[in-house]
């Protein structure tokens, strides 16, 4: 069954470096999603992305944050500049163009922890 | 807007005792809903989802749940829990016939007692 997957499943980092997490959606797929979820707590909204631009932001999503799509197949989230605050468990997640059934199929996430 | 009410953050229940999270939303247009669920260091997996028909939906690992559409409810349940239901569960709400993101509540850790 296709899945969405996410590299890497853990990255330490520094206060301060760039971080790029990694996802491939599933290939037929034409609407992207990240997601964050801070240890212990509920899970929120960070970008979606459609057509190769950002349709919708939350407000965590500052100017630190960006997406792409560089290829056919990887959508990345790049933090610029880490703060202690981004440790969180990152969810990319996909859904398909037609046929749209509502519901996005996640990833298995990618710790980020800032030191 | 749409938002989730998840009331209870932790719910404990003895081993094949029912069980039942409760979950609430609030929107001003139709919407989908959904049970995700988390096990620990994992994902988000699909439990279930309401688009729209029958009220009563089942979903995986013997889960179903039931839209109230007057109470704004959508309340999971399961007849007999096993030690393996250890998780935390989403429920969640997105626009219907919109390509929108998902709107999680905060969460129920389901804690199954021996």
């Known amino acids: 069954e296709p899945e969405v997957t996410q590299t890497p499943s853990h990255q330490v980092t520094q206060m301060g470096q760039e971080v790029i997490l990694r996802c491939v959606p599933i290939?037929?797929?034409?609407?992207f999603y990240w997601y964050r979820q801070i240890l212990g707590q509920k899970v929120e909204f960070l970008v979606s992305?459609?057509?190769?631009?950002?349709?919708?932001k939350s407000e965590i999503f500052d100017d630190q944050f960006s997406v792409e799509r560089p290829d056919g197949s990887n959508f990345t989230l790049k933090i610029r500049s880490t703060k202690l605050e981004d440790s969180a468990m990152y969810f990319c997640?996909?859904?398909?163009?037609?046929?749209?059934?509502?519901?996005?199929?996640f990833g298995e996430g990618s710790r980020l922890t800032v030191l | 807007a749409q938002s989730v009410t998840q009331l209870d953050s932790q719910v404990p229940v003895f081993e094949e005792a029912p069980v039942e999270l409760r979950c609430n939303y609030s929107s001003s247009v139709s919407v989908y809903l959904f049970w995700y669920v988390q096990y620990p260091n994992q994902g988000l997996q699909l439990l279930l989802k309401?688009?729209?028909?029958?009220?009563l939906v089942k979903g995986i690992n013997g889960f179903e749940a039931e839209f109230n559409k007057s109470q704004t409810s959508f309340h999971l349940r399961k007849p007999s829990v096993h030690i393996s239901d250890t998780a935390e569960y989403f429920c969640a709400v997105s626009r219907m016939n919109r390509d929108d993101k998902i709107i999680f509540g905060k969460g129920t850790r389901l804690h199954i007692l021996p």
């Open positions: 309401y688009l729209s028909g029958s009220t």
């Open positions: 997640a996909s859904r398909p163009g037609t046929g749209n059934t509502g519901e996005l199929f």
């Open positions: 992305f459609y057509n190769n631009e950002i349709s919708e």
């Open positions: 290939s037929n797929h034409l609407y």
